[in-house]
């Protein structure tokens, strides 16, 4: 029986991922890119962003990834109810990247699929060290996330208002993310836990602007 439901989790897992990789993500809320209006971008700037959305989208698929293998080992139900919720605004960010990233007529990196195992495993390891190390893998990822973000709005285009805006709301939200976990307790990891973090994300970064 606990076979069963193992087995029951796994494939759960697997639904989830698959949706994440081949369904078109569902938002509960509207497109921040809403509030701003379409201009007609030169190629070169639409090409740029395009780059730059596609990174972010990739980044959205490792969240899910890693808030649903986190939240799968998470011992305290408090904690995985919190990482659950905190996956819910992921998706809204991979499906607003997702739409803007058509909106530019660029396609979401190849090797989708491939983020998505690896940043799995990442948490997979966070989440099986314990909650303690569950929260400061929370904390690291949403802080370098808001960093990185905030790189990327100092180099999309000023007139890409429409990414721009997207951007800055899930920038806010990354942040939110960080504090809920600073509150519950977390603290950063270390400077090599973090260095290695970030060594992972400029891989991720550098091949998924291009493939
Ligand atoms: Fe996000
Ligand atoms: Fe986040």
């Given at each position: 029986?606990?076979?069963?439901?193992?087995?029951?989790?796994?494939?759960?897992?697997?639904?989830?991922?698959?949706?994440?990789?081949?369904?078109?993500a569902?938002?509960?809320?509207?497109?921040?890119?809403?509030?701003?209006t379409?201009t007609?971008?030169?190629?070169?700037?639409?090409?740029?962003?395009?780059?730059?959305m596609?990174?972010?989208?990739v980044?959205?698929?490792?969240?899910?990834a890693?808030?649903?293998?986190?939240?799968?080992?998470?011992r305290?139900?408090?904690?995985?109810?919190e990482?659950?919720?905190?996956?819910?605004?992921?998706?809204d960010?991979?499906?607003?990247?997702?739409?803007?990233?058509?909106?530019?007529n660029?396609?979401?990196?190849?090797?989708?699929p491939?983020?998505?195992?690896?940043?799995?495993?990442?948490?997979?390891i966070?989440?099986?060290?314990?909650?303690?190390?569950?929260?400061?893998?929370?904390?690291?990822?949403?802080?370098?996330?808001?960093?990185h973000?905030?790189?990327?709005?100092s180099?999309?285009?000023a007139?890409?208002?429409?990414?721009?805006?997207?951007?800055e709301?899930?920038?806010a939200?990354?942040?939110?993310?960080?504090?809920?976990?600073e509150?519950?307790?977390?603290?950063?990891?270390?400077?090599?836990?973090?260095?290695?973090?970030?060594?992972?994300?400029?891989?991720?970064?550098?091949?998924?602007?291009?493939?």
């Amino acid at each position: 029986m606990q076979q069963l439901t193992r087995i029951d989790q796994h494939l759960a897992e697997l639904d989830h991922a698959l949706r994440v990789l081949v369904a078109p993500a569902r938002a509960a809320r509207p497109t921040p890119a809403a509030s701003a209006t379409e201009t007609e971008l030169p190629d070169a700037d639409r090409r740029a962003a395009a780059e730059l959305m596609r990174v972010n989208h990739v980044g959205e698929v490792c969240a899910q990834a890693l808030y649903r293998s986190q939240a799968r080992w998470a011992r305290d139900p408090a904690l995985k109810a919190e990482l659950l919720a905190a996956a819910q605004e992921e998706t809204d960010h991979l499906a607003w990247c997702a739409e803007r990233l058509a909106e530019l007529n660029a396609r979401p990196s190849a090797l989708n699929p491939l983020w998505y195992v690896g940043a799995y495993a990442f948490g997979w390891i966070a989440g099986r060290i314990g909650d303690d190390a569950n929260l400061s893998f929370v904390i690291e990822t949403e802080r370098q996330v808001e960093a990185h973000l905030t790189d990327h709005l100092s180099r999309l285009p000023a007139t890409d208002q429409r990414s721009r805006a997207i951007v800055e709301t899930m920038r806010a939200d990354e942040a939110r993310h960080a504090d809920e976990a600073e509150r519950r307790g977390g603290q950063k990891p270390s400077a090599l836990i973090g260095g290695l973090m970030a060594l992972a994300a400029g891989v991720m970064k550098r091949v998924a602007a291009k493939i």
